[in-house]
């Protein structure tokens, strides 16, 4: 003990310098963590609040409302993930397949692009591509004999604008994993595999494909950790009067109900369950994740 | 090597990728187009156009003319790059600690740090503690949110992980304190890694809204994408073009809606395009060297 307290004097400089770290960590991480105890509490501007036990959590479950948005929340979760997961292996694998020149290049260039540009941003692009006067897509669908339509305002059709919109977004970069995997293959394998008279489909499928094992399965399983996020920042932005019944999220309602209508108490119940679900999801696909891949979340 | 012979399977993945890239490249490049048409021909301009109709710049012209906008744009400069610095640094220095051998603690801290990260206390918890450090409506509340995002705090873990121990513990033997060590050698060696997390915070920083939205309430506070999510989402076209400026000028009374919206798109997008060539050099290093996920 003695000596661990006399390496810890020596180094006294290093913890000096961790002190702004563990400054901002206590103020923007572990406060707002402590004060998520009022979700047990009834909030009061004056005074003290005032600890009601379990009152906001039995509310909330019997709030239809609640069972609508984590209803939502799910699907909207489920339908990007096993919708969208296999595209970027897909794209990876047909990048591979071109030859390295300006129109490889070119895709690559411009298909990486949307993952840096806000959902704000997105969703302007988005409603100009789906517009019903002068939109690109209605205007093919008008080429093709189909009347326009209005997606954006559509029910049925909200929820796939939604899984479209994040694809067009994340396909791209987030091949790049998948394409860092191809590149990492010992082309002596392909060699041998040429020498025994395999074709192109045989080097995909036996050689290409095994070694995308590690990161499908490290991606997918860390993504069911992540489900409780339907999206916040795109929903927020695609929302409209028509369509919110389809796409309002436990985000969203958490946002509506404690910043809008100010009720912190009961939107703090909602978010903490949320967040304790989130985290045993994430602990745990981690875990999952280490067993099968080594390859964890952090 | 590879066989790269022209087949039947070239020629359809050639095809797919095309349109895939098309339908980014197009809807991308039609905002631009109408965001530089004349405004008397916009509407000339169809979906899936990429050359704008004429030429003008009266749509940037009203944009930067504007005040409110202007306040915006410089509103998000501001916390973009005084926030990036800040994390930057402060990211860096802390990894610099943690990589230290045998500190005392470091198994803790990084318990500690792995549960702030996966415990999300959400929204309305965060509006408090601002409001209580009466940061509401002040642009420090954004310049200091997450100043050190943990998980770009562990990839930079691993990159000072890759500088040698020698040159360090050569410093150290010279006598050079920690603080020095930390200056002299290890900032001017790590380049690579403090642009690469400088782009990760950068481009987060210009991106952010919803927090904004939140934190910086008063017309004066906003930021680009906040205003910009008015225009889009919120279809507030008054603010866009002025009242005063609508009276004062003849000429905007006749501009397109959608083309100042375009406009403004192509504004909120131009510092990520000017950053774009550094972003694809060393971003993707950083996602290599941080695994799976952002």
């Known amino acids: 003990m003695n000596a661990k307290l006399k390496k810890m004097w020596s180094d006294r400089v290093l913890y000096l310098m961790l002190l702004p770290a563990a400054l901002f960590f206590c103020l923007f991480h572990v406060w707002p963590i402590i004060g998520m105890k009022l979700a047990f509490y009834d909030y009061r501007i004056l005074g003290d609040d005032v600890f009601v036990g379990f009152k906001h959590f039995r509310n909330l479950f019997s709030t239809p409302v609640f069972s609508t948005v984590l209803a939502n929340t799910l699907i ?33 260039i411009v298909s990486y692009l949307p993952h840096f540009l806000s959902w704000v941003v997105i969703a302007g692009i988005w409603f100009e591509f789906l517009s019903p006067s002068t939109g690109a897509v209605n205007e093919v669908l008008r080429l093709f004999g189909f009347p326009a339509h209005d997606f954006l305002t559509d029910k049925q059709a909200i929820r796939w604008v939604l899984v479209a919109s994040e694809a067009w977004r994340s396909i791209g970069w987030d091949s790049i994993i998948y394409l860092a995997a191809i590149l990492a293959i010992n082309p002596s394998l392909y060699e041998a595999a040429y020498v025994d008279g395999a074709n192109r489909w045989h080097i995909v499928t036996r050689i290409v494909l095994p070694h995308l094992y590690t990161p499908m399965v490290t991606i997918f399983i860390l993504n069911v950790g992540f489900i409780m996020n339907a999206g916040l920042d795109q929903v927020l932005n695609f929302a409209n009067d028509s369509v919110i019944s389809k796409i309002d999220i436990i985000d969203t309602y958490v946002y509506r109900v404690g910043l809008i209508n100010s009720q912190y108490s009961f939107a703090t119940a909602a978010n903490l369950f949320k967040s304790v679900i989130g985290v045993i999801l994430v602990l745990s696909t981690h875990f999952i994740s280490k067993k099968l891949t080594s390859k964890g979340a952090w | 090597m590879i066989a790269k012979k022209f087949t039947f399977s070239k020629l359809l993945i050639g095809i797919i990728l095309s349109g895939f890239t098309l339908t980014v490249f197009v809807p991308i490049a039609n905002l631009f187009a109408k965001a530089f048409s004349d405004p008397g021909k916009v509407w000339m301009l169809r979906g899936y156009e990429i050359l704008p109709k004429g030429f003008s710049l009266i749509h940037f012209e009203v944009i930067f003319g504007n005040p409110i906008i202007g306040r915006a744009l410089l509103n998000s400069v501001i916390i973009t790059v005084t926030g990036t610095a800040l994390s930057v640094f402060f990211t860096t220095m802390t990894a610099y600690v943690l990589t230290r051998k045998n500190l005392v603690g470091k198994t803790p801290i990084m318990i500690f740090l792995i549960a702030i990260m996966i415990f999300e206390p959400g929204i309305v918890q965060e509006y408090l503690v601002m409001k209580d450090l009466h940061l509401l409506d002040n642009l420090w509340s954004m310049i200091l949110y997450k100043t050190i995002n943990v998980y770009y705090l562990i990839i930079m873990m691993r990159f000072i992980e890759d500088i040698p121990d020698s040159l360090t513990e050569a410093a150290r033997i010279d006598g050079a304190g920690h603080l020095t060590t930390f200056t002299r ?58 009242a005063t400026n609508l009276l004062e000028n003849n000429s905007i009374a006749q501009l397109d809606f959608s083309a100042l919206k375009a406009a403004t798109i192509v504004v909120a997008m131009i510092p990520i395009l000017m950053l774009y060539p550094i972003i694809l050099k060393y971003y993707t290093s950083g996602v290599m060297e941080g695994g799976v996920k952002e």
């Open chain 1, 76 to 108: 909207i979760s489920l339908m990007k993930l096993i919708l969208i997961f296999p595209l970027p292996i897909l794209f990876a694998l047909m990048l591979n397949e071109l030859v390295n020149g300006p129109f490889r290049k070119f895709v690559q």
């Open chain 2, 185 to 242: 050698i290890v900032l001017p060696l790590s380049r690579v890694p403090l642009l690469t997390i400088g782009m990760f915070y950068a481009v987060y920083r210009w991106n952010e809204f919803f927090k904004s939205s939140i934190f910086l309430s008063s017309r004066d506070h906003t930021v680009l994408q906040v205003l910009l999510r008015q225009f889009v989402v919120e279809k507030d076209s008054t603010t866009l073009v002025g």
